[in-house]
């Protein structure tokens, strides 16, 4: 059975750093893309940060790029999602997706796998 348990969201200040965790269990981890997408009230799911299977290659969102950083812990089958500075556009419910193949990464219908997500509330 496949399953993904997000981490590490909470309340905090504007200027904070963050990290968030994703857990998964049931896949290889050699064997699946991890993804990062968030929704905040009133507006649509939105891909935030992708990493590939051999946990080098990485994608990133428009809003995110060059702010948050998506990592893969060898051997833990952890992928972390890390900002040095979040701001309060950031704050949204945080989900973690994965899959074997998932077409292009930035389109959550390809993920068949997802988490319950973790709500970040950023405040200025």
């Known amino acids: 059975q496949v399953q993904l348990v997000e981490s590490g969201g909470g309340a905090v200040q504007a200027g904070d750093p963050l990290r968030l965790s994703c857990v998964v269990s049931g896949l290889a981890q050699t064997t699946y893309i991890t993804a990062w997408f968030r929704e905040a009230p009133g507006k649509e799911r939105e891909f935030v940060a992708g990493?590939?299977?051999?946990?080098?290659?990485?994608e990133y969102g428009v809003p995110v790029k060059g702010r948050f950083t998506i990592s893969r812990h060898d051997g833990e089958n952890t992928v972390y999602l890390q900002s040095n500075s979040v701001q309060p556009g950031d704050t949204a419910t945080y989900y973690c997706?994965?899959?074997?193949?998932?077409?292009?990464?930035?389109?959550?219908?390809?993920?068949?796998?997802w988490g319950q997500g973790t709500q970040v509330t950023v405040s200025s």
């Open positions: 997706a994965a899959d074997p193949a998932p077409g292009a990464w930035s389109d959550q219908r390809g993920y068949a796998y």
């Open positions: 990493i590939g299977w051999n946990g080098i290659i990485t």
